[in-house]
């Protein structure tokens, strides 16, 4: 199959690749240029593991091809923490909310809370709940995932975290 | 300077061993997508594999024509059973004693059921090539429902045995019947029946889910034809096993065969079989010359690769007037699939389904299990719980929610006066096992205090009353449910898996600078292992956590276990931990004693480090006992300080909890809205408090769906109805509820820490109290069993069918 050039900027930096157009974001940002932190759990456009954030939106990137996404500005996981290793606060939220355990879903719920946090820095555990509901998560039962986005909301607002989780 | 010193206490809190909330270690890699997982794993030259699967439920294989396959640029082979069978690789023996096809021969028995494998350079090329696979199919008819598997002019599914009279647990009483186990005194049973005042009788079904985890079965096979050696990285629970599998399958050695399971993206029971996508990956590897990866998407995971439970109770209890239960008889019927790779200990057909009699003193029982074949996908995995115990407290805990409902009496109530009494552990049940340690009724009344069980049943009183006069269309369940779990298998005495005794293991290193790489043959999915086994070792030898490396999954470098599963890891791995820890501890001893110039007997334990009895003055460090090790050992011992253990468990450990669900049901949608779980767990001594609660808050989740809307369903001709993420129900933040949890200790006598295990109490409790709360809803309108998933369309249909819409 003929293919087709695509350039973009991935976590501020730019990168491009010959892809087939009917190649997935997810592939070519997994395959091609080895951010391996999304993943692909469904056929289907549910699970949200493969979300990334895309000129300011959060997408699933296994129902996107590649050429859709030329020209875009792409952060993924691998973007989150600060350029010297300095992690996010949804990352040390994350940690010490014990948000996540086989971490599966981390990266897809972390870039979606992400995008959450930029649209309403202080969301309620409704707001929440509902914010996340495109990404899901077997392991943890939300509620330690809910805490770890408060943590981060708190913290980025530079006001005092709650307390450790249980 | 004894002023700077630290106290023990502080010492110990520094060390961040048992009991504290340590943050996890896996997490820093995790979350900043740093994870290593099979799919990830990227090999010079690697092909990619991909299933042609089976469009019928049942069918002859007429031809296969994969002509137009093989031409299409960048496949390099396909594969099917006519390539297999010369190596006697078209069928591959289950844990269960059976076998099962890995490519289809003459017949396929499922949907999906794997039929070809292609192998391209490419996993777009590969899905595009077993499009153009073309197989010629008769399509016989299917048989779904496991009742009629038995019946006189049944269709034969298994031609290849069905001359076969006896089976892998004895004989066959039909051409579609597998096993048949029974266990407990029928005779007893049967009278204690014969005098009862009260008797109830239900058929509880336990309908067929899949475990679902988010990352599907995958995995990367590279042989090396120079060294005549094969390496398998994949999605495994249980590594060490499938190396030997492999090696009794292919006959390659199995000093030359090296299994990896890197971070694996949960599991929950789906990941301890051996599929026919790694057989097949295997082979192509030997045949190509070059790796091969294979990842199943979600739809084949969903229909092909296991499934749990499907299992029909008959339950039946007898009982006096004033509740007290006399005895419990049970036959199941237990749907198996086309071929039986049910993943069970090998000499237990049904699981430790016999902990049916729950937590409640019963003086006899007995249990018959039937195993049949359908056509349906193989497996009868434990989808996050010990073998078959979900089913069986599932049984249990509705049945004596019915018999409380005949007996007027409240559920809590006929719970109390039944539960196994704390001076009776270790407590002997009638059907063979020996409970190590508990004490229910303290459990049961925190429970209720917590929730204040009175005011909620006076509540709920009051909204029946509403209810028959109009004011509301509101019905209010509360759920309750009490479990005792039977896990860490097991005695090598009771418990094998293809006749490997199922102990575990553990080896640590403890380095000349103190560091310390400990290896387990257990297997972490998300349950922390790197994080608690090192607190483990902490409390044991005094070093930081934060010194010790864990390590689990390379069958090269970890001491051989049975892997993950049926919370066996800190029963059995963990046991195994400590006692490793305690052999260096004892050698580190003879080093502190010879160093300060003392008896060993004059010397104890102090957090970290040997003092002289009465002189706290005079001690060694662990630190530095470890230098001393490889610096200057006493005369006679061996320089060094490491050890391994393997840990055979006297016997198995009995986690328990009592559960408490408060929803309100809305007769005109059938919503049920959760409006509070309180769920206490007793797992014995707490290694990490904040992990355990996050194992529980997951496994409540899962009950949640399991409960409320799981199914894997089948129409009459063998379709699978639901295999994917549109429909098959896994909840999100929205739906699920908020989970309040508690706990009690009460260590187990025989394990070295007292510890449990804790990772699937929450599944095993958690789905019969949703169950009973959907029940205890439309009890009083006269319903006594409703059958699971409580989902809105079935549970509207119970409020229709009792005549609530007028």
Known sequence: MAKVQVTMKVNGAPAEGLVEPRTLLIHFLREQLNLTGAHVGCDTSHCGACTVDLDGRSVKSCTMFAVQADGADILTVEGLAAPGGTLHALQEGFREMHGLQCGFCTPGMLTRGYRLLEENPRPSEDEIRAGIAGNLCRCTGYQNIVKAIQYAAARLAGAPVKEAAE | MNDVTPSSAERAEKLQGMGCKRKRVEDIRFVQGKGSYVDDLKLPGMLHGDLVRSPYGHARVRKIDAAKAKALPGVVAVLTAADLKPLNLHYMPTLAGDVQAVLAEEKVLYQNQEVAFVIATDRYVAADAAELVEVEYEELPALVDPFKAMAPGAPVLREDIKDKTDGAHGKRKHY???????????????????????TVKELISYQRVHPCPLETCQCVASFDKIKGELTVWGTFQAPHVIRTVASLISKIPEHKIHVIAPDIGGGFGNKVGAYPGYICAVVASIVTGRPVKWVEDRIENLSATSFARDYHMTTEIAATKDGRVTGLRVHVLADHGAFDACADPSKWPAGFFNIVTGSYDFPVAHVAVDGVYTNKAPGGVAYRCSFRVTEAAYCIERAMDILAQKLGLDPAELRLRNLIRREQFPYQSALGWEYDSGDYHAALKKAMDAVDYRALRAEQ??????????????????????????????????????????????????????????????KSQGQGHETTYAQIIASELGLPADDITVEEGNTDTAPYGLGTYGSRSTPTAGAATAMAARKIKAKAQMIAADLLEVSEYDLEWDVDRFRVKGNPE?????????????????????????????????????????????????????????????????????????????????????????????????????????????????????????????????????????????????????????????????????????????????????????????
Request: hydrophobic residues 40%; proline residues 6%.
């Open chain 2, 176 to 198: 579609n019947h597998i096993f048949a186990w029974q266990i407990g005194e029928k005779e007893a049973t049967d009278q204690a029946f014969r005098k009862a005042e009260v």
């Open chain 2, 461 to 522: 009183k009051a909204r029946q009353e509403a209810f028959k006069r109009g004011e509301t269309r509101e019905l209010m369940g509360i759920g309750v449910s009490f479990f005792t779990e039977i896990v860490g298998a097991g005695p090598s005495r009771n418990c094998d898996i293809l006749g490997i005794a199922m102990f575990d293991s553990a080896e640590i290193r403890i380095h000349p600078t103190g560091a310390v790489t400990a290896r387990m043959g257990t």
């Open chain 2, 618 to 806: 005079r001690f060694k460090t662990m630190k530095e006992l470890a230098w001393a090790a490889y610096n200057r050992v006493p005369k006679g011992l061996e320089p060094g300080l490491e050890a391994v253990n393997y840990y055979d468990p006297p016997n198995m450990t009995y986690p328990f909890g009592a559960y408490i669900c408060v929803l309100d049901v809305d007769v005109d949608t059938g919503v049920c809205k959760v409006r509070r779980f309180y769920a206490l767990d007793d797992c014995g001594t707490r290694i990490n408090p904040m992990i355990i609660e996050g194992q529980i808050h997951g496994g409540l989740t899962e009950a949640f769906a399991i409960a409320m809307g799981q199914e894997i369903r089948y129409d009459e001709i063998g379709n699978c109805t639901n295999p994917s993420f549109m429909d098959y129900f896994l909840p999100t933040a929205v739906e699920t509820p908020k989970w309040e949890t508690d706990w009690t200790t009460t260590p187990s006598p025989h394990h070295p820490i007292g510890a449990k295990g804790v990772g699937e109490s929450p599944n095993v409790g958690g789905v019969p109290c949703f169950a009973n709360a959907v029940n205890d809803a439309f009890k009083f309108l006269g319903s006594t069993h409703i059958a699971m998933p409580h989902n809105h369309w079935r549970t509207w249909t119970v409020a229709d069918k009792l005549g609530l819409h007028g």
